[in-house]
């Protein structure tokens, strides 16, 4: 006999991710996808994922919650918008990607270790100088991931700094104070 | 023709030459570049916070202080151009982004009316403010002779509803050859190289870097004009990477659009960035300019 309760259960959470999804900005098409493949069949980095752009969107609408925002493929995406540009559903892929990386990193899920690290870097840079500087940021990340990575970089780090394109000392803006105020309120408003 | 200006953090530093040239190129030809006043960082890329409402604020601070001064925003860097145009765009589509946008900009003592600010790139303002027979007239040494692979990158023409097709733009390719350029077929002109994943995944980007150099020298390019500060980076600074893994000996310069215009306009190297490349541009110039090989080359 069928347990009724799960399937409710299962049927809920299926509704809850896609819910999830179609609130944010660019995901309120995903219903309109025809699986015609179009997106995987542009995407440059299909080459080097388990689940291309196509197979990702069915698997949302199919509320496989765990196995997309635990997949590898999200990471590669580029944000390259060529199978936005080409959907013939005009569904927002890429947007659609961007969400799902964030459900991914706020849920702290394995495959997006990274890319916490960097978003936390970054904001902290951003909230520190108001503009990014790179090689603030990458130290700050390599830190938290790789530190190895500082000493590989280190001849290309080298001839940038020779024609003047690595500077030493970031800018700053300003309106730090308020950006601040911004991003706390944000923050806040956004929070879980 | 006045204009806000948006270097973007990229153009303070690894795409310096970019921002150099861009001014210099602006001038000449009558755009008048206003600094954006104070602008901070675009936001990048929508998922460099965990929560998005964060990074749409602080792109929206950027609109914020182009209404004020009254002007429409142009950028050269295609991925700020990209953040700043979808920050826009939501704003004006999403009411409960809308909403929460200006209750965090209200904590800040700023408001913005979504849609009050065009955001430009720099390709479209320079073609349609400057304009290609201004462009013509000013062109002093013609780039004969020199192959150029026209080369626009992702975000530049991309999602789309911009100044240009998102597949097949011909914008650059105009300005090329008004400058007196060759330029090649390029086929792969809006696919993309890679952008950051050059530093979290590098086999993906190195393996795009690799298909743009290729396609351009099958095609006899002596160079890449580019239109973007990620773009320039990856296939400038990465070469000898891609050239490392594929056993490749790849020798392509990759210049923005905005040097090759000065060079044709008789503007001095020093004002174009000209040497900050790190393949050097100078032989495939002097070949084709007859110019003396600029300083700052190996």
Not at chain 2, 185 to 211: D, E, F, H, I
Request: hydrophobic content about 40%; some cysteine; charged content about 20%.
């Amino acid at each position: 006999m069928t347990d009724h309760g799960d399937i409710v259960l299962e049927a809920s959470t299926r509704r809850d991710f896609i819910a999830e999804v179609l609130a944010s900005p660019g995901g309120e098409r995903i219903h309109d996808c025809i699986q015609c493949g179009t997106c995987s069949g542009s995407c440059p980095v299909s080459y080097f994922m388990d689940n291309p752009p196509r197979k990702l969107i069915a698997m949302v609408r199919a509320g496989m919650r765990d196995e997309v925002l635990n997949s590898k493929s999200l990471w590669y995406c580029t944000s390259c918008y060529m199978c936005t540009a080409r959907c013939p559903r005009k569904i927002a892929v890429t947007d659609i990607i961007y969400a799902l990386k964030r459900l991914a990193m706020a849920e702290g899920k394995a495959a997006a270790k990274n890319a916490v690290a960097l978003a936390e870097s970054f904001v902290s840079v951003v909230n520190d100088r108001g503009r990014n500087f790179e090689p603030g940021l990458l130290v700050r990340y390599w830190f938290k991931t790789n530190p190895l990575a500082m000493l590989s970089s280190g001849p290309l780090g080298l001839k940038l700094l020779m024609r003047g394109r690595l500077p030493v000392t970031g800018e700053r803006i300003e309106g730090r104070e308020q950006l601040r105020a911004i991003i706390a309120k944000a923050s806040e408003m956004g929070g879980e | 023709m006045r204009l806000a200006y948006y270097p973007g953090c990229s153009l303070a530093a690894t795409g310096r030459a970019y921002d150099q040239s861009t001014r210099a190129v602006c001038r000449h030809v009558g755009i008048e570049l206003e600094e954006l006043e104070d602008w901070n960082c675009c936001g990048a890329t929508s998922y460099m916070s965990v929560r998005e409402l964060v990074s749409y604020c602080i792109s929206a601070r950027n609109l914020c202080l182009a209404q004020k001064q009254g002007l429409d925003v142009v950028a050269p860097c295609s991925a700020c151009y990209t953040v700043l145009r979808k920050t826009d765009h939501y704003l004006c589509e999403l009411p409960e982004l809308r909403k929460n946008v200006a209750a965090a900009l209200e904590a800040g003592g700023l408001s913005y009316q979504p849609g009050a600010v065009r955001v430009r790139h720099l390709l479209d303002a320079l073609l349609a403010e400057g304009g290609l027979e201004r462009i013509r007239a000013e062109v002093k040494t013609p780039l004969s002779g020199l192959k150029v692979a026209p080369y626009y990158g992702c975000q530049t023409v991309r999602p789309a509803d911009g100044f240009d097709h998102p597949e097949f733009p011909t914008k650059l390719d105009q300005l090329l050859t008004a400058l007196g350029a060759e330029v090649v077929y390029y086929p792969v002109k809006t696919r993309c190289c890679g952008g950051s994943l050059m530093g979290s995944r590098p086999p993906a980007a190195l393996r795009l870097c690799k298909n743009l150099l290729l396609c351009a020298q099958q095609n006899g390019a002596q160079m890449i004009a580019t239109a973007c500060p990620l773009c320039q980076m990856n296939l400038d600074g990465f070469q000898g990477e891609v050239n490392r893994i594929y056993g490749m000996h790849f020798d392509i310069p990759i210049l923005y659009f905005t040097q090759l215009a000065g060079v044709a306009m008789g503007l001095p190297d020093a004002d174009l960035g000209l040497g900050r490349e790190i393949v050097p541009a100078g032989p495939a110039l002097a070949r084709c300019t007859r110019r003396l090989v600029v300083a700052g080359e190996g």
